[in-house]
């Protein structure tokens, strides 16, 4: 997965002409790290359909706020910039799967 920040988010996602996935996970989210290792599974399925990339909160408050993620663990889908689809709280990694398929 991609490692995201404040420097490089919209090069990245923003203006990537494409469908990007992006994990907004935080240092202290117990479920985001328990779930970090099954996303990086799924992308070695859609990897080559959907750019994958982490975000850590924590570190980039500001850009998280902008992109309104208010609770984690966060995974939204972003087509052309836009971001079209999310799942929060509460995440399962088949709603994040679900989520992907209805995004292709």
Do not use: H
């Amino acid at each position: 997965m991609l490692v995201v920040d404040k420097d490089n988010f919209d090069a990245e996602v923003i203006n990537y002409s494409g469908t990007a996935l992006v994990d907004f996970w935080g240092p202290k989210c117990e479920p985001c790290k328990e779930l970090m290792p099954q996303v990086e599974k799924l992308e070695d399925v859609y990897g080559d359909k959907v750019k994958f990339c982490k975000l850590d909160t924590a570190a980039n408050r500001r850009l998280s706020i902008s992109q309104r993620v208010m609770g984690l663990p966060t995974i939204g889908i972003y087509k052309n910039g836009a971001r079209v689809d999310e799942v929060t709280s509460n995440v399962t990694i088949q709603m994040v799967e679900d989520m992907i398929k209805r995004n292709l």
